[in-house]
C-alpha cells in the first residue's frame, strides 16, 4: 500500500554515498528533496531484451510512466541487493534473482504532477534471465502494466518520448549499456 510506504525510512546519504541520517519516503521526496539511496533492477533476458514496468496510477511519484523492472529503497543499514530482492517479490512477484551492482549515479527530478521530488544516489542492479524465465504476478497497487522490450527500440523511444517514462530509466540504462558485462 502506497500510503505505508511513504512513512518506511530512507538512508540519507553524502554525494559519495556516505550514511549521513534517515527520514521518511515522503519526508525525503518532498521538495526540495534529501539526497538519499536507491535502487533501480534492470532486467535483461538472453534476446537482449529488458524488461519494464509501467508504474501504478497509484504511485506518488512518476505515477503511469514506465520504469524499470522494480525500483526502491533500502531501509537504513540494509544491503541494497537485500532490499532489491525483497521488492522484486512485492512489485512483481518475481523470485529471487543473481543480480550484481553495475553503477550508481546521483540524479534529481520533478514531478510536475505530484509536486514530488526524486534526489536519488541509485546503485544500478543488473540480473539476467533466461528468455520467459522469469515469472510474474505483478501487484496492482504497485505495477500497472509490464511488457519486454529489445534495448535498442527502448534507447529510441527514450529518446523520442521521454515524458512517457520515469526521469531514472535513461541513467540506469545508460549504465547498463556502458558496463563491461552488456556489451
Known sequence: MTDVREALLVELVTDLGDPIGSTTVEQAHAAPGRLHRAFSVMILDDQGRV???QRAAVKTRFALRWA??????????TAVIDAATTRLREELGAGPVAMREVGIYEYF????????????????????????????APDPAEVAATRWVAM?????????????????????VNLVLNHPEYR
Open 152 to 172: 535498442a527500440d527502448l534507447v529510441e523511444e527514450l529518446r523520442d518520448d521521454p515524458a512517457d517514462f520515469a526521469p531514472w530509466l535513461r541513467g540506469a
Open 109 to 136: 527530478a520533478e514531478d510536475e504532477a505530484s509536486g514530488r521530488v526524486e534526489y536519488e544516489y541509485d546503485h544500478v542492479l543488473l540480473a539476467r534471465v533466461p528468455a520467459d524465465g522469469l515469472d510474474l
Open 68 to 77: 524499470n523492472a522494480c525500483c526502491g529503497h533500502p531501509a537504513p543499514g
Open 51 to 53: 524488461l519494464l514496468q
